[in-house]
């Protein structure tokens, strides 16, 4: 079954502190692989995208890496500050394409960060 | 300008009730979707089209109906609703379905039946 699990559930971090969130898959055939962040009362919004080529990917103080071989993938985040408290969930899209175009894409439940003052 | 937006945002309403949510985009794409976040936060796709065409139907409930008048528009229709639906519902949209291209999501809409 595909599926996508994250972990840990919540972190909560001191603001300036750095920290790293993991997600492991077992989505097969894999097309790519996306974290996204989730305000509260929010939709989510994409930070980066990563092919099975690409091992790091930047955005700001988020780096994200994936490892193609053992499923994972983890989100950096660097020199935390408040309004980077909010949900952040990490997406693989299949690799079945649909009508021609691209695979459907499987959440994981996300991770919940709050940056304390 | 809202890029991708949903109309209400909040909700509630009796069980046995039939309710809609309406989706619109400005961003020119081909492909939207709507989305289930349960109180477990998993997002879980219920539908996709493109072009006004179903490309994808989440063995949902025919309860709910989805129905695209044009591709910049979803509209969700929800038939005799039941405690379990109660959740937040995302509308999203991208230029072409899943892919490298990037889905852009509305504000949500809490569904609350009691």
């Known amino acids: 079954k595909n599926q996508v699990e994250q972990s840990p559930q919540s972190l909560i971090i001191l603001e300036g502190k750095n920290c790293t969130l993991q997600?492991?898959?077992?989505?097969?055939?894999?097309?790519?692989l996306r974290w996204y962040k989730q305000d509260t009362g929010r939709g989510p919004v994409s930070l980066t995208i990563?092919?099975?080529?690409?091992n790091t990917k930047s955005n700001g103080r988020y780096t994200a890496t994936l490892d193609a071989d053992t499923k994972q993938s983890s989100l950096h985040i660097t020199a935390s500050q408040l309004s980077d408290s909010a949900s952040y969930i990490c997406?693989?899209?299949?690799?079945?394409?649909?009508?021609?175009?691209?695979?459907?894409?499987?959440f994981g439940q996300g991770t919940e960060l709050s940056v304390k003052p | 300008d809202t890029a991708v937006s949903q109309t209400p945002k909040y909700l509630v309403t009796q069980m046995g009730n039939d309710k809609s949510i309406k989706c619109e985009q400005n961003?020119?794409?081909?492909?939207m979707y709507w989305y289930k976040q349960d109180s477990k936060k998993f997002l879980k796709i219920m539908f996709s089209?493109?072009?006004?065409?179903?490309?994808i139907n989440e063995t949902v409930p025919n309860r709910f109906s989805p129905k695209s008048p044009d591709k910049a528009h979803l509209n969700l229709h929800i038939n005799s609703l039941e405690l379990g639906d109660s959740a937040v519902y995302f509308c999203?949209?991208?230029?072409?379905?899943?892919?490298?291209?990037?889905?852009?999501f509305g504000p949500g809409t809490r569904l609350t039946v009691l």
């Open positions: 999203a949209s991208s230029q072409i379905a899943g892919g490298l291209y990037e889905q852009f």
């Open positions: 997600c492991n898959y077992t989505v097969s055939p894999f097309s790519n």
């Open positions: 990563m092919t099975f080529s690409e």
């Open positions: 997406v693989v899209t299949e690799g079945v394409m649909i009508y021609n175009q691209g695979g459907k894409l499987i």
């Open positions: 961003l020119g794409h081909d492909t």
């Open positions: 089209y493109n072009n006004k065409e179903l490309i």
